[in-house]
């Protein structure tokens, strides 16, 4: 009856306003390829003709390169251990009756609505207050406590659309608890995880706020960034690698996405 | 072989399994038949220990287990929905408990082998779940359960997802396999047509309670109570009044007259109201007026249903509301009560057809 | 028949205890991640509420409670304007990202019917890179010498620069839309998905145009989703203008962080 059923029928006045709306949301993300690859050092039209010598450049920068590095390490850490922290988060959030789930999982998913900003100040407070010195290590920490919710609401719709029955026919067929995680629950969930990991590495390495509260003497790579953002001379390189950052990111976040979704559509196909 | 004693769950306040008590001997075919919600599968799922039980002993040769995980237990289940794993061949599918037990290898391999002869699917190995047909799903589940040589086998529904045909052809192979391998099977249905005809007994399950454990012969021909009745079968039930006719006890029903009560009117008093069943077999139907002792009733034939070897028809009795059931057979060829819907009859019954139920 | 060897090891008293009890099975696993936050959110607040209270006296600090910051606080016209303004800026940036995102969420869930999954990650994916580049990227298009003010000259629209395209509420307010459209367009999305399609079909079939039907049905039942939007949007907006002083965010988003609690808490129940 698709025939009255207006929704079933193209609304063109909306169709445009979608597009307008993806214009609005990518033009000015695409202004920073657009000028890293301008000859002319200040960011206005008309174009000054093509250049490369911004990202040459970026190899010139040693301490640039080291809060890049600083900043995978601190990635790299943040995304296995949420998603560790995450993985049997999400699996009793989707398969247990518990009392006070729902509070408890409001409570983790806190740091998903309140500013990273408040959450930095607020962390940095309690560890001058706890006397511990401000590291990578204590960046790290903050960005767990922000990427947690993350990976557990990327985790949780796998979980969620899991055949129990699988688990439970392990179990069934001998198996213990941590063989059944490992044998049926791991492999099968695979796509989520991956995305999870992947997800939660672009989150800790994009991170901006916590790691400039809580990092000591070590900058990330964020933070590099704001600090040269008052130097104009210094902002075509700045367009050149905030460029390759939000390539890397998007391709990233993107295939985490993409996974994740991959991941449900068997899922369903196997109940 | 396993014992269930005063098992109860309750999920939150909802009661879904209420003071079971079961007794299950070994290499029987058990079937738990009930509406859905009747607390079958909870039932089904606490035996093999997906869920704790709330009160209430489950032992399996004597040995409490109640309390011990589901991967303890000697027993394995063959799932609703399969439960094929998805990231496996059939092969490791079927090979999966194996590991547990420390099989070597190339036994593990020469089991395997066994056993997709077992269930006919030689060659099927190396395929994954989604290549498989239901019913192939259903065999792989089978094997993967029965490799371990369980003591007890449970099946959920296993037959529900199958199509008419395909239905009743694995019906006999699971009947003619639980014969061969003499384990004791458990089966969960809403089928009474499955349980009846597999089971060696059938406890047929209502609002969290068993009301009646009984032969699938039993069940029928007793029923004890008018849900039981019902879900096995079609059953004519009347309110009737307990009468003293001399030294025998009869039925007073309202438009049928007198039903004697031989041997299962003890301990009703004189006076009291009961439940009357009748099966359409246990009544006849005639044109004219059978001659002889028989109690007979006039009416009229409102409708017939025609079920191939035997059809069922539908009297109308002056003073009752609702038609009652008939039963007959017909021999080949023939349609005795075709094109005589509206026309006058005779009802019979004999006397050994009739039984009372219990209130509820 | 072989009775198994696995029957006769019996299981261990916390395998026993964890069987009988769900609850503790699914606590068990909450709780390091539980245990994470609690440290990070509980310890912190209440750290930060204590610390708000102490005084400085001189160089060292006083740490018997007193509301003393507080009421100087609140006495200070300055604070109590900036914790208005913060307020007003925050409401009417997230109405607005609101009002925007609705019909986005509406084309995704009615409209589109074969690349639905790509148009949600083209929706959301801005929103996952970095909020430091997507602010710097404003800055580009906004700024002084940017993109928009160059374009403009150039186009002779006008002579001098416009300062005020950077720094105007409409800048603050276009920006926050930007970095928050993915807060606002995924629950409306989902409660959107989430009506039963045959509600306006029977609307239809009772006579109601296309107006009608989505005023008395469709928004209606999508109101949920908009609520939850709104209130998830309001926390995180509120850190813009608060660059100044953080104290007063602080307290500020202590009490929206109750809001925003229970408006997850109604997300995540359903």
């Known amino acids: 009856m698709a025939r009255y059923t207006g929704f079933h029928r193209p609304n063109r006045p909306l169709a445009l306003y979608a597009g307008a709306f993806a214009v609005f949301l990518y033009l000015p993300i695409l202004f920073i390829p657009l000028f890293s690859f301008n000859a002319g050092v200040y960011v206005k039209f008309p174009l000054e003709g093509f250049t490369l010598a911004w990202y040459a450049d970026l190899f010139q920068r040693e301490p640039l390169q080291r809060a890049f590095w600083n900043s995978v390490q601190v990635a790299a850490v943040v995304s296995i251990s949420s998603t560790v922290l995450a993985v049997p988060a999400a699996m009793a959030i989707a398969r247990y009756r518990m009392p006070g789930k729902r509070a408890a999982v409001s409570f983790i998913m806190l740091p998903l609505v309140l500013p990273g900003l408040i959450l930095g ?91 400039f509260f809580l990092s000591g003497t070590e900058p990330t790579l964020p933070m590099d960034i704001w600090s040269q953002l008052r130097f104009p001379q210094d902002f075509p390189s700045l367009l050149a690698l905030s460029t390759l950052i939000l390539v890397t990111s998007f391709l990233m976040v993107f295939a985490s996405l993409k996974l994740g979704r991959i991941g449900l559509v068997q899922a369903k196909e196997v109940r | 072989m396993i014992s269930l004693r005063s098992v109860c ?13 079961l007794e299950i001997a070994a290499g029987e075919f058990f079937s738990l038949l009930g509406a859905s919600g009747s607390g079958k599968t909870t039932l089904l799922r606490m035996i093999a220990g997906f869920e704790a039980v709330t009160s209430g002993q489950i032992l399996i040769d004597g040995q409490p287990m109640q309390d011990t995980p589901p991967h303890l237990r000697p027993i394995n289940m063959v799932f609703q929905n399969y439960a094929i794993f998805p990231h496996l061949t059939v092969r490791d599918n079927i090979a999966y408990g194996l590991r547990r037990l420390g099989t070597p290898k190339a036994e593990q391999a020469r089991m395997v082998d066994a056993m997709l002869e077992l269930i006919a699917l030689p060659g099927y190995g190396d395929r994954r779940a989604h290549q498989l047909s239901g019913g192939q799903m259903q065999r792989v589940a089978l094997a993967r359960a029965l490799i371990l040589k369980p003591k007890l086998l449970l099946l959920d529904e296993p037959l529900g997802a199958l199509d008419k045909h395909l239905r009743e052809q694995m019906q006999m192979e699971l009947r003619s396999l639980q014969r061969q391998l003499g384990i004791t099977f458990v089966l969960v249905t809403h089928d009474q047509e499955e349980a009846l005809t597999l089971s060696d007994r059938v406890a047929v399950m209502a609002n969290g309670q068993v009301t009646q454990v009984d032969t699938p012969s039993g069940l029928y021909d007793r029923s004890r109570t008018r849900q039981v009745a019902a879900f096995v079968g079609t059953m004519n039930v009347f309110d009737a009044t307990v009468r003293t006719d001399g030294s025998a006890r009869i039925a007073d029903v309202a438009g049928l007259g007198v039903m004697a009560l031989n041997g299962c009117s003890q301990g009703r008093a004189n006076g009291e109201r009961v439940l009357v069943a009748l099966r359409p077999e246990g009544l006849g139907l005639s044109r004219t007026k059978p001659a002889g002792p028989a109690h007979a009733v006039a009416g009229q034939l409102q409708a017939r249903q025609y079920l191939g070897r035997r059809q069922l028809l539908h009297v109308k009795v002056a003073g009752r509301a609702a038609p009652v059931t008939v039963a007959t057979a017909a021999a080949r060829g023939e349609d005795p009560w075709s094109g005589d819907e509206g026309s006058p009859v005779w009802l019979t019954w004999a006397p050994d057809a009739v039984s009372i139920l219990d209130p509820t | 028949m072989t009775a198994m060897p696995l029957t006769q090891r019996p299981a261990s008293a916390l395998s026993r205890f964890l069987h009988r009890h769900e609850a503790w099975r699914g606590w068990l696993l909450l709780a390091p991640a539980f245990c994470l936050m609690l440290v990070a959110i509980l310890f912190q607040l209440g750290s930060t509420l204590a610390m708000s209270t102490w005084s400085l006296d001189g160089y060292s600090v006083d740490r018997t409670p007193t509301l003393g910051n507080y009421s100087a606080m ?26 925007l995102c609705y019909p986005m969420a509406y084309f995704v869930a009615f409209h589109v019917h074969r690349h639905k999954a790509l148009w949600l990650i083209l929706l959301t994916l801005p929103f996952w890179t970095s909020y430091l580049l997507r602010v710097f990227a404003w800055k580009v298009v906004l700024g002084y ?19 005020a395209l950077l720094y105007s509420q409409t800048a603050v307010t276009l920006v926050l839309a930007h970095s928050w459209a993915a807060f606002a367009i995924l629950p409306t999305y989902v409660s959107l998905e989430k009506i039963d399609r045959s509600c306006i079909e029977a609307a239809a079939d009772l006579g109601d145009g296309p107006m009608r039907r989505f005023w008395r049905i469709t928004f209606p039942l999508s109101l949920p989703g908009v609520v939850a939007a709104f209130f998830m949007m309001f926390g995180p907006m509120d850190n813009w203008p608060a660059g100044a002083t953080l104290s007063v965010v602080m307290i500020v988003t202590i009490g929206l962080a109750g809001l925003a609690f229970l408006a997850v808490g109604r997300l995540v129940g359903r």
């Open chain 1, 121 to 211: 100040v607020a962390l940095l407070t309690l560890l001058n207050g706890l006397g511990v010195r401000l590291s990578l290590v204590t960046v790290a920490l903050g960005h767990m406590v922000i990427c947690l919710p993350y990976a557990i609401s990327v985790l949780l719709p796998r979980f969620i659309g899991f055949s129990r029955s699988l688990e439970e026919a392990s179990a069934d067929l001998c198996e213990s608890t941590w063989w059944t995680f490992l044998r049926v629950t791991l492999p099968c969930n695979m796509p989520g995880v991956l995305a999870c990991l992947l997800m939660t590495f672009t989150i800790s390495f994009d991170e901006f706020f916590m790691a």
């Open chain 3, 74 to 99: 609140l006495g200070q016209p300055m604070f109590s304007a900036l914790i208005g303004r913060s307020l007003v800026v925050a409401t009417f940036a997230t109405v607005v990202t609101v009002a």
């Open chain 3, 145 to 163: 010498e940017g993109v928009l003010n160059t374009a403009l000259i150039g186009l002779g629209i006008v002579q001098e620069p416009l300062a």
């Open chain 2, 9 to 21: 769950k309750s999920f939150g306040r909802m009661q879904a399994v209420n003071d079971v008590l």
